[in-house]
């Protein structure tokens, strides 16, 4: 009877597994529901981390802090000026081209599977599923978002079908990166009459309204040529070793 009983229970869960790994039905409200608990639980640690640096390692770093604050302010102040600037320069020779970019910081939330380092969900306030959007690290790339059963997932480079609009060299060849699984990216389609070099630097070439034109990606490790075009194997800048917090572009213009 006991024998009888645990294999009931044993085919139970593996249908039950089953069911959870391959259906979209199941799996959209339990993703919501852990995903809101794990966003709730950062919200809690970060809480009480934070009281716990206010009151044992308060003075040094808010003032640390509060001068980088301070620095970014201003920043953001030019850049909205410059903004400014640039869209009255288009009304007044009448020009439609105008300029408005938007960056959100996003927090990382937990990886979408367990073995698979390259696909982390983020939380990320009033999302758009319909969009891919940029994100970068530090001013580096360090791949994309798109949305899975309504909530944003972020494909870092290496993931194979994260991919994006660069140009190569000081030419600016153009080609398309993406990862392929692996320590390095591939950029693909690059025209054969574009001289690529080892140690070329590659850049987002914002074409693909994806990223600004000219965040930095990585470099040329190697250059093969394929069917009238080039392909180039990149070293990418960003190393995804402790993912936290990103910048996600959510207006290119």
């Given at each position: 009877?006991?024998?009888?009983?645990?294999?009931?229970?044993?085919?139970?869960?593996?249908?039950?597994?089953?069911?959870l790994?391959?259906?979209?039905?199941?799996?959209?409200?339990?993703i919501?529901?852990?995903?809101?608990?794990?966003?709730?639980?950062?919200n809690?640690?970060?809480?009480?981390?934070?009281?716990?640096?206010?009151?044992?390692?308060?003075?040094?770093?808010?003032?640390?802090?509060?001068?980088?604050?301070?620095?970014?302010?201003?920043?953001?102040?030019?850049m909205?000026?410059?903004?400014?600037?640039?869209?009255?320069?288009?009304?007044?020779?009448?020009?439609?081209?105008?300029?408005?970019?938007?960056?959100?910081?996003?927090?990382?939330?937990?990886?979408?599977?367990?073995?698979?380092?390259?696909?982390?969900?983020?939380?990320?306030?009033?999302?758009?599923?319909?969009?891919?959007?940029?994100?970068?690290?530090?001013?580096?790339?360090?791949?994309?978002?798109?949305?899975?059963?309504?909530?944003?997932?972020c494909?870092?480079?290496?993931?194979?079908?994260?991919?994006?609009?660069?140009?190569?060299?000081?030419?600016?060849?153009p080609?398309?990166?993406?990862?392929?699984?692996?320590?390095?990216?591939?950029?693909?389609?690059?025209?054969?009459?574009?001289?690529?070099?080892?140690?070329?630097?590659?850049?987002?070439?914002?074409?693909?309204?994806?990223?600004?034109?000219?965040?930095?990606?990585?470099?040329?490790?190697?250059?093969?040529?394929?069917?009238?075009?080039?392909?180039?194997?990149?070293?990418?800048?960003?190393?995804?070793?402790?993912?936290?917090?990103?910048?996600?572009?959510?207006?290119?213009?």
């Amino acid at each position: 009877m006991n024998k009888e009983l645990l294999g009931f229970f044993s085919l139970f869960i593996a249908l039950f597994v089953g069911a959870l790994y391959y259906t979209n039905n199941i799996q959209g409200p339990l993703i919501s529901a852990l995903n809101y608990l794990k966003s709730n639980y950062h919200n809690s640690t970060e809480f009480i981390q934070d009281n716990i640096d206010k009151h044992i390692f308060q003075a040094n770093r808010i003032v640390e802090l509060k001068d980088k604050l301070h620095k970014y302010e201003n920043n953001h102040l030019v850049m909205q000026q410059m903004a400014s600037e640039v869209n009255d320069l288009f009304k007044a020779n009448n020009s439609k081209l105008k300029t408005n970019p938007r960056v959100e910081l996003i927090r990382a939330i937990s990886y979408q599977k367990f073995g698979d380092l390259n696909r982390i969900w983020v939380d990320v306030k009033d999302y758009n599923s319909s969009k891919i959007y940029g994100l970068t690290y530090n001013e580096l790339v360090a791949g994309i978002v798109i949305a899975e059963n309504g909530k944003a997932l972020c494909l870092l480079n290496r993931d194979i079908q994260s991919s994006y609009a660069v140009y190569v060299g000081k030419k600016r060849a153009p080609g398309i990166a993406h990862g392929n699984n692996a320590k390095n990216l591939v950029v693909k389609f690059i025209p054969a009459w574009f001289k690529i070099e080892k140690g070329d630097e590659v850049i987002t070439s914002g074409l693909d309204e994806i990223f600004f034109k000219g965040l930095k990606v990585g470099r040329v490790i190697s250059v093969k040529k394929s069917q009238g075009y080039q392909n180039a194997l990149i070293e990418p800048y960003y190393e995804s070793n402790n993912p936290s917090y990103f910048h996600m572009i959510k207006r290119v213009k």
